[in-house]
């Protein structure tokens, strides 16, 4: 991968990611904001559980967010915008995407609403994260077959980092959960 960022400012940065295949994501972030908020707006993928650097995570994979899948659409990043708030110890974010190709988690079948909800915290010596997540995809059609719901999170001791996530997927009609732990 091609990863190109610029900061023409303190508070802007302009962010290009290009890989071997046709994926990439080019957005204009606006961060410095009043409650610490971040607006981002351009070609990004939808802010949605954890983003596992190896992109072949099972849970990513059977939720269309990877870009190597063995079980699901490969991901197609969505055009939007999303803003988050990230205060000390927590962080929101709320995303409205169109999709963008007749791949990807919406197969661009209608707009999406995508939410993220983390909380982190220390307890004994230890770091948690504590999160949530919800996508609505094909909003504005009569029956929407696509949403994803669950949790994720993270404990942490010293240089030990033990991360998960599970997630319950209605899809095309089929209902089911998918869990993954790092």
Do not use: C
Request: hydrophobic share 40%.
């Amino acid at each position: 991968d091609l990863y190109f960022a610029i900061t023409p400012n303190d508070n802007t940065l302009i962010y290009i990611e290009k890989g071997l295949s046709n994926h990439f994501e080019a957005f204009v972030q606006f961060q410095g904001l009043p409650l610490r908020a971040v607006i981002k707006a351009g070609r990004f993928i939808p802010n949605f559980g954890w983003r596992f650097p190896d992109h072949k995570s099972f849970v990513r994979d059977v939720t269309g967010f990877s870009q190597y899948p063995t079980k699901g659409t490969p991901l197609i990043e969505d055009n939007g915008v999303e803003i988050g708030f990230f205060p000390m110890a927590a962080e929101f974010s709320l995303g409205i995407t169109n999709g963008s190709t007749s791949a990807g988690p919406d197969g661009d079948r209608g707009k999406a609403v995508t939410a993220r909800s983390a909380v982190r915290f220390s307890l004994f010596n230890l770091d948690f994260t504590l999160g949530g997540n919800y996508r609505y995809d094909q909003i504005g059609l009569p029956d929407p077959q696509q949403r994803f719901a669950g949790g994720f999170w993270g404990i942490a001791a010293g240089k030990f980092v033990f991360i998960g996530e599970s997630d319950w997927i209605i899809k095309d009609g089929i209902t089911g959960i998918a869990s993954t732990q790092n």
